[in-house]
């Protein structure tokens, strides 16, 4: 049987992006089960945007009971969720038309799959492809603790285009909110000592960097939050004794990045570089988007109008989306 997913689109104060998110989910060749949009109750307008499609076949839209810290939105989409697996589409973030397609394949009917992660393609803030993220993930599948091995060294996936587990996401403990940041990482790291992981090499996002994506703007901030989260899997990972020590390694090895007493050699140097050479000249095969982005990049709704429906939506009334259904609206009309 085919493995359904969710698309999880959680979104705070992210006007100037959500559209395109919202628009890339619904552009998919094969229709996902469903897609959650969770407005952390933003000051801006992106709630009201998100509401637009509320009568879009197979959207649902969500509010917690109150503002969340980043690792809390995220706990609660995930209970909110009913795919076999789920997606974590940033807000500010988009995925390629073949992502669902592409991941339902990668996937098969396998059943103990805790994670498969896709490339992406590293954009500015207008979505314009700088570089290929991704390649240093592992070309071979990962059982379990090799996965864990391999997220001690780092987290080397991006969030928005990769699927989980829902059901293994489940059985993890809830980060503390100092943490949320490294959320990611926490959950490759431990998904790593349950399941299995698999890695597809191709860009099946957009992923972008601007001054408010914490992750860049506050690379600091970051990495005090994964020093929180390591030691929070020493405490509380259930980490075998005979694999405490790579946790150990990292430790140390970020307090030193923390404390700035991290040295790059000149070797090391310049394999970075020649790196980003290669993920830029690759980029370049991915720069042109589809006309629903560019659509949605200029603040219009290729999804909308194929509807022929005026914004806002009213007298709408929702519908289930069968998998494999195209989008449509309901209408009481």
Known sequence: ????????????????????????????????????????????????????????????????????????????????????????????????????????????????????????????????PRCVRGLGMPHKDLQPPDGYRHFTEGCTYSMT???????CLGQLKALPKEAGMTTDWYWGLLLGLKAELRFLHEPLGYCRLHNVNASYSGEARWREQALVMLRFVKETGNVESELMGDLDEALRKLELSVAGS??????????????????????YRYRGISPELRMAEQGKSAALSRLHVRLPLRNVAHAPLEQGQSVKAVSKI
Not at 44 to 66: H, M, T, W
């Open 1 to 128: 049987m085919t493995a359904s997913i969710s698309i999880n689109i959680p979104n705070y104060k992210y006007e100037r992006y959500i559209r395109t998110a919202i628009e890339s989910a619904l552009a998919q060749t094969v229709t996902p089960l469903e897609i959650l949009i969770s407005d952390n109750h933003s000051p801006d307008r992106s709630y009201e945007i998100a509401k637009e499609y509320e009568g879009v076949a197979g959207i649902r839209l969500i509010r917690p009971p109150q503002h969340l810290m980043l690792g809390e939105h995220y706990q609660f989409v995930l209970e909110q969720a009913k795919g076999d697996y789920v997606c974590f589409l940033a807000a500010d973030d988009a995925l390629m038309p073949t992502f669902i397609a592409r991941m339902q394949k990668a996937l098969g009917k396998k059943t103990n799959v805790g994670m498969l992660a896709a490339a992406c393609l590293e954009c500015d803030e207008s979505l314009v």
């Open 161 to 167: 285009p990769t699927v989980f587990s829902r059901q």
């Open 262 to 283: 991290r040295e790059k050699s000149s070797s090391a140097t310049l394999l970075f570089r020649t790196k980003k050479v290669l993920k830029t000249w690759l980029a």
